[in-house]
């Protein structure tokens, strides 16, 4: 098993430019989340999904879209970038219940907004 | 809602020094807690966790007793070495969804 994977691992945007940060899970969670890391501040939810066709609302939302069309799959989409999304990007998958509520991290993804 | 509180950081040690970092947690319910680890450039990975009052969970080397009364989780490590360096982030769920609540993380610095 791969695990959780993501794509790119560095990326530098200009202002106002968009991008997809992929992320891929080959362990049949139902579960996935996209998480932002800034320095000191630990990881704020950005969005989740419990499910392929579901997804909802984390607590840093604004800024960013997603979609879940597989339950492989958990794209999230940054249509205007603005420094203010200068962050270190970690997907996650999870079992649910049924695994214990552990999470599974991705290696992340560096975002540079200038 | 639910928090995690972690002390502040950062924490150099020498190697072979006893560790200590606090968890405290305030949450609806009886929340699962988990200890995650980031080693430099990677994302992170489960360390241990407990998901009930009394708990102790644990995993090369590391502790963590689950305890109800103080509401917290502290991570323990009688005898730290070079590699233990790393960000250390408590985390807690109720189990809704499985999302978790990070503390900010610690950083820990193990010298020769």
């Known amino acids: 098993n791969a695990g959780v994977t993501q794509t790119p691992k560095f990326r530098i945007l200009k202002i106002g430019q968009s991008m997809t940060l992929q992320c891929a899970q080959d362990?049949?969670?139902?579960?996935m989340y996209w998480y932002r890391q800034d320095p000191g501040m630990g990881l704020k939810l950005i969005y989740y999904?419990?499910?392929?066709?579901?997804?909802d609302k984390g607590e840093v939302p604004n800024g960013y879209n997603v979609s879940r069309s597989t339950t492989e799959d958990f794209p999230l989409r940054l249509e205007l970038a603005a420094p203010s999304q200068t962050s270190v990007y970690f997907c996650?998958?999870?079992?649910?219940?049924?695994?214990?509520?552990?999470?599974?991290f991705g290696p992340g993804t560096r975002l540079t907004v200038l | 809602g639910d928090s995690v509180t972690q002390m502040e950081g950062p924490v150099t040690l020498s190697e072979e020094a006893f560790l200590t970092i606090n968890c405290t947690y305030t949450?609806?319910?009886?929340?699962?807690l988990f200890w995650y680890v980031q080693y430099p450039g990677e994302g992170l990975q489960l360390l241990l966790k407990?998901?009930?009052?009394?708990d102790k969970g644990s995993n090369k080397g590391f502790e963590a007793t689950y305890r109800k009364e103080t509401t917290s989780f502290h991570l323990e490590k009688g005898s730290v070495q070079v590699s233990d360096s790393a960000v250390y982030f408590c985390?807690?769920?109720?189990?809704?969804?499985?999302?978790?609540?990070f503390g900010k993380g610690i950083t820990l610095s193990v010298r020769p």
């Open positions: 996650a998958s999870s079992l649910g219940l049924a695994g214990g509520n552990e999470q599974f």
């Open positions: 985390a807690s769920t109720t189990g809704a969804n499985s999302k978790l609540t």
């Open positions: 999904s419990v499910g392929a066709g579901i997804t």
């Open positions: 362990m049949n969670h139902n579960y």
């Open positions: 949450a609806t319910g009886y929340p699962s």
């Open positions: 407990a998901t009930k009052a009394d």
